[in-house]
Nanobody, 125 residues
């Protein structure tokens, strides 16, 4: 059984920063990809960023490029999302995701077979 637990969400003013963490436990698989998605009420869950096991490969959604950075610490089975220059449009529930099948950082929601419970990020204007 795999568990993903997110932390680090909260309320921040526009232009501020937050760092999300996601700790994985259980049979996470060898060389798994980890990613972040976000969702607002009434909309589909959308891709934010993903990273390969080695950390050498990353993928970002266009709206967050240059502002968000994904990283991981495999010794701690943890992935991070550093979010800078936050905007009100970044307000959403952020979900950590794990892909134990592929080795490339997919943007597709269906590529990920494990999900965390989500953490709320609210950016005020």
């Amino acid at each position: 059984q795999v568990q993903l637990v997110e932390s680090g969400g909260g309320l921040v003013q526009a232009g501020g920063s937050l760092r999300l963490s996601c700790a994985a436990s259980g049979r996470t698989g060898f060389r798994s990809v980890m990613g972040w998605f976000r969702q607002v009420p009434g909309k589909e869950r959308e891709f934010v960023a993903a990273i390969t096991y080695s950390g050498g490969g990353t993928n970002y959604a266009d709206p967050v490029k240059g502002r968000f950075t994904i990283s991981r610490d495999n010794a701690k089975n943890t992935v991070y999302l550093q979010m800078n220059s936050l905007k009100p449009d970044d307000t959403a529930v952020y979900y950590c995701a794990l892909d134990t099948i592929r080795s490339v950082p997919s943007t597709a929601r269906l590529a990920y077979n494990y999900w965390g419970q989500g953490t709320q990020v609210t950016v005020s204007s």
